[in-house]
């Protein structure tokens, strides 16, 4: 796995990787729907892809002295390591944004924990709607993204429009009023912990779960593909 994930950084990381990492300072940006960030570190990865299929790495690996199923984990670990990276710099540019009091985010969600649950959420909707299909169809990279942005930016819609309608649904609905003071906000009362803590780790663990069903569907894709 170490071999193959030096394969992977050494030629598949494009300059839109680094880059779009940079990304993660949007969160500063005063009323900005932030999970566009996340959108971008998906769009960094896919660059990734479109870069392997054109340099042929899929043959490559194929010569390589591992299996299918080794090279599809290589691949797939080199993308959740760009991800945590991503929600890494996420949290501490959020954690920056709350020391210099930057307020609430009237476009989407606030920077807190729930934002970068998001985040994650977001990663597996692009990692289960992307990366499959490559192993299946690698020569058709690039027009796959296109079905995955739209999931991507449907999912962002949805979440995001949930927090901008909690303030004004919130003195009418109770959900609303819960989401408002405890979801959407900066962590500020041990009930916005709790409630922020317990949806990062049900968001976590969604991650782990959906990567594990991602790899599975894309070692069977692979393993049938005709590259």
């Known amino acids: 796995m170490k071999n193959l994930l030096y394969k992977e950084f050494s030629l598949c990381l494009p300059m839109q990787v680094p880059l779009f990492l940079c990304f993660s300072f949007f969160i500063l940006i005063p009323n900005y729907p932030y999970l566009v960030a996340g959108f971008f ?16 790495d899929t043959l490559f690996s194929l010569l390589l002295p591992v299996s299918k199923a080794k090279t599809v984990k290589g691949k797939m670990t080199y993308v959740i390591c760009i991800q945590t990276v991503a929600l890494i710099l996420f949290a501490a540019v959020t954690l920056l944004s709350s020391v210099i009091g930057k307020g609430e985010n009237d476009a989407g969600t606030d920077a807190s924990l729930t934002l970068l649950g998001g985040y994650l959420l977001m990663f597996c909707v692009f990692n289960l709607s992307y990366v499959p299909h490559y192993f299946k169809a690698p020569h058709t990279a690039g027009r796959r993204f296109l079905f995955s942005a739209l999931c991507m930016l449907g999912f962002a819609a949805v979440f995001e429009g949930l927090m901008i ?24 009362s041990g009930a916005s912990w709790t409630a922020q803590i317990v949806f990062f780790i049900v968001c976590a663990a969604l991650y782990a ?11 069977k894709n692979f393993e049938l593909a005709e590259v």
């Open 165 to 188: 309608a909690a303030k004004p649904l919130s003195e009418t609905l109770p959900f609303f009023s819960w989401v408002e003071n405890n979801l959407d906000v900066f962590p500020n």
């Open 41 to 56: 570190i998906c769009n960094a990865i896919f660059y990734s892809f479109v870069q392997a299929s054109a340099d042929n």
């Open 209 to 219: 779960i959906l990567n594990a069903v991602c790899t599975k569907t894309a070692i």
